[in-house]
C-alpha cells in the first residue's frame, strides 16, 4: 500500500501522460504548466487548513522536494490504522472549465499507469464524475471525482480520488480502505464529504506579478485547530530557498 502511494502522489506537475502511457505534446499545451508561471506569476503563497474534519485528524505532512508537487497532508481517522486520507496542494494556474476537465481525464490516466507500473493487473477504474457542495459565501463548489478497485497480495481494495481547483491550486484527496469495510461508492461519497467539509475552511492567498504582496486579509499565521504552510516559488532558472514550511513534519492537535 505505501509503495503504490508514493506512485500516486504525483501530481500534474507530470503532464503529458497519454492512454498510450507515451508524452502527448499536443495534451500538454493545453495547459499552462506549473513551471511557465512559478517564480513570477506565482512567487509565494500561504495555505491554511484545519488540523480536524470531522472524525479525520491530521497527522503528517509532507513538502515535495519538487516545487511543482507542492505538498501533500494526511488525516487518519480516529484510531483506524487503516484507513486515512491524503490531501494534495499543488498549483494549477488559471484553467477554465474545459481544462480543469481535462487535467483531471489526464491525473486519472496517471493513476492507471502508476497500477500498471506497480504490476497491479487487476484493478478496474470508475468512470469520472463531477460533484457539488455549497460553499461559506452561498456559492457552489465544483469538483471531479472517480473511484477504482484494486488488490494487493490477495486483498481487495476501494479506492477514491476528488480533484478541487481552488484559488489557483489542485486540491487532491485520495483515499483507500479494503472493500471488506467499505464498497467503492461508499469509499467514493465518504470522501466527497471530506472535501466538501474541509474545503470552506481552506484559506489560500497568493503572490505574483499582480498581487505584489499577501492580502491584508490573508491569515498571517494559523488560529487555534489551524495550521499554515507558505510555500516560496522560484522560476526554473533560479534556485533560492525551497519554503518556510519544513519538508515532513508530524502534527498534532495537542
Known amino acids: 500500500m505505501e509503495r503504490l502511494g508514493w506512485w500516486l502522489c504525483a501530481g500534474l506537475a507530470r503532464w503529458g501522460v497519454g492512454s498510450d502511457g507515451a508524452a502527448r505534446a499536443e495534451d500538454a499545451a493545453e495547459f499552462e504548466r506549473p513551471h511557465m508561471f512559478l517564480g513570477t506569476l506565482l512567487r509565494e503563497s500561504s495555505i491554511v487548513y484545519p488540523l480536524v474534519v470531522g472524525e479525520w485528524q491530521a497527522v503528517g505532512e509532507h513538502l515535495f522536494e519538487d516545487q511543482e508537487d507542492g505538498v501533500s497532508v494526511r488525516y487518519a481517522h480516529g484510531q483506524d490504522r487503516d484507513r486515512w486520507v491524503d490531501l494534495y496542494f499543488y498549483?494549477?494556474?488559471?484553467?477554465?472549465?474545459?481544462?480543469?476537465?481535462?487535467?483531471?481525464?489526464?491525473?486519472?490516466?496517471?493513476?492507471?499507469?502508476?497500477?500498471?507500473?506497480?504490476?497491479?493487473?487487476?484493478?478496474?477504474?470508475?468512470?469520472?464524475?463531477?460533484?457539488?457542495?455549497?460553499?461559506?459565501?452561498?456559492?457552489?463548489?465544483?469538483?471531479?471525482?472517480?473511484?477504482?478497485?484494486?488488490?494487493?497480495?490477495?486483498?481487495?481494495?476501494?479506492?477514491?480520488?476528488?480533484?478541487?481547483?481552488?484559488?489557483?491550486?489542485?486540491?487532491?484527496?485520495?483515499?483507500?480502505?479494503?472493500?471488506?469495510?467499505?464498497?467503492?461508492?461508499?469509499?467514493?461519497?465518504?470522501?466527497?464529504?471530506?472535501?466538501?467539509?474541509?474545503?470552506?475552511?481552506l484559506a489560500i492567498a497568493s503572490v505574483g506579478e499582480d498581487a505584489p504582496e499577501l492580502p491584508s486579509h490573508a491569515p498571517a499565521a494559523a488560529a487555534a485547530g489551524m495550521r499554515e504552510i507558505r510555500l516560496e516559488y522560484h522560476a526554473p532558472d533560479a534556485r533560492p530557498a525551497r519554503a518556510a514550511t519544513a519538508p515532513a513534519a508530524e502534527l498534532s492537535t495537542g
Do not use: N
Not at 489526464?106 to 477504474?125: K, P, S
Not at 477514491?160 to 484559488?167: F, G, K, P, V
Open 91 to 201: 498549483p494549477a494556474g488559471a484553467l477554465t472549465p474545459a481544462q480543469f476537465v481535462d487535467a483531471v481525464r489526464m491525473e486519472i490516466e496517471l493513476i492507471r499507469q502508476a497500477h500498471l507500473q506497480a504490476g497491479h493487473t487487476a484493478f478496474d477504474m470508475g468512470r469520472q464524475r463531477s460533484f457539488r457542495f455549497p460553499r461559506d459565501d452561498g456559492d457552489v463548489m465544483e469538483g471531479e471525482t472517480f473511484d477504482l478497485g484494486y488488490a494487493i497480495d490477495g486483498v481487495h481494495y476501494s479506492s477514491a480520488m476528488t480533484l478541487l481547483l481552488d484559488r489557483l491550486y489542485f486540491v487532491k484527496a485520495r483515499y483507500s480502505i479494503e472493500q471488506s469495510r467499505l464498497s467503492r461508492r461508499d469509499t467514493r461519497e465518504q470522501l466527497q464529504a471530506f472535501v466538501a467539509e474541509l474545503q470552506p475552511q
